[in-house]
């Protein structure tokens, strides 16, 4: 069940990537793909960060949409190495995947998943123990 909800989770965050119409979930259209063979990779170099709402709802869906990845992911493999470094290829590849469907995949993009992924792991190792240490707590009381 975990496999499968880390496969889901995946899928969601490649359509969000890579629709042409990155805002089909606020219009209420059906997303869709326009596959573009020969993609620009300067692109992923570009620096045009916005300061609209619409914006920073978007970089806000990568942070905590790879930090559930990442979170997902380690509950299969138990290990926060592996997460972080797996998590980071997929967010990765989801950038340059964008390239190839008329969107604008960002470097800039792969460091907000990075940090949503390493803030997923932070605060999954501290939620464990901080459970551990009161575990400890209520045991000796």
């Not at 509950?75 to 190839?100: C, M, P």
């Amino acid at each position: 069940m975990k496999a499968v909800m880390l496969l889901l989770w995946g899928i969601v965050l490649l359509i969000f990537t890579c629709a042409a119409n990155s805002s089909f979930w606020s219009t209420g259209v059906l997303p869709y793909f326009h596959f573009t063979p020969s993609p620009d990779f300067h692109h992923l170099l570009q620096m045009d960060l916005y300061h609209t709402k619409a914006y920073i709802i978007r970089k806000i869906g990568h942070f905590s949409g790879f930090s559930i990845f990442g979170i997902l992911l380690y509950r299969i493999n138990k290990s926060y190495g592996k997460s972080i470094l797996w998590s980071v290829v997929f967010a990765v590849t989801t950038e340059i995947f964008q390239l190839y469907f008329g969107r604008d995949g960002r470097l800039y993009d792969m460091v907000i998943d990075s940090a949503g992924i390493l803030t997923g792991m932070i605060l999954l190792a501290l939620m464990k123990s901080w459970t551990r240490t009161s575990g400890l707590i209520s045991r000796r009381s």
